[in-house]
């Protein structure tokens, strides 16, 4: 006698990831980055208005704000995405953004410095 035909088994479902402490250590990467942005936009703001203020100083801090405000959205979309128990990869178009509002914030206060 034959055994009976099995019923088709479902497909294991994913275990709960153990992340240690990476989701963590990303968060405060992004916390950094922000920082350091937040930064940057407040010493372009007491640059250009030091002294006698310019209007291209003006608008180069005005950017500055305006760059560290887009940083600051895509980290916080991000660290709230990594709260996921299995979090979505990081698109490289938000990464791309993300690269170059860091450089031009960068270009933006040597700018003011200078």
Same mark, same amino acid.
């Given at each position: 006698?034959?055994?009976?035909?099995?019923?088709?088994?479902?497909?294991?479902?994913?275990?709960?990831?153990?992340?240690?402490?990476?989701?963590?250590?990303?968060?405060?990467?992004?916390?950094?980055?922000?920082l350091t942005g937040a930064v940057i936009a407040v010493l372009a703001a007491k640059s250009a208005l030091h002294g006698a203020p310019s209007t291209a100083g003006v608008v180069a801090a005005?950017?500055?704000? /305006? %760059?560290?405000?887009? $940083?600051? =959205?895509? +980290?916080?979309?991000?660290?709230? #995405? !990594?709260?996921?128990?299995?979090?979505? /990869? %990081?698109?490289?178009? $938000?990464? =791309?953004? +993300?690269?170059?509002?860091?450089? #031009? !914030?960068?270009?933006?206060?040597?700018?003011?410095?200078?």
């Open positions: 006698m034959s055994p009976p035909p099995s019923a088709p088994s479902a497909p294991p479902e994913a275990p709960d990831r153990d992340p240690g402490l990476q989701p963590e250590r990303t968060r405060l990467a992004w916390r950094r980055t922000t005005a950017l500055c704000a /305006v %760059l560290w405000l887009g $940083i600051l =959205a895509l +980290a916080h979309g991000r660290i709230h #995405a !990594l709260t996921a128990t299995r979090p979505p /990869v %990081l698109e490289p178009r $938000i990464a =791309a953004t +993300a690269v170059l509002c860091v450089i #031009a !914030l960068a270009v933006c206060g040597a700018a003011l410095v200078l």
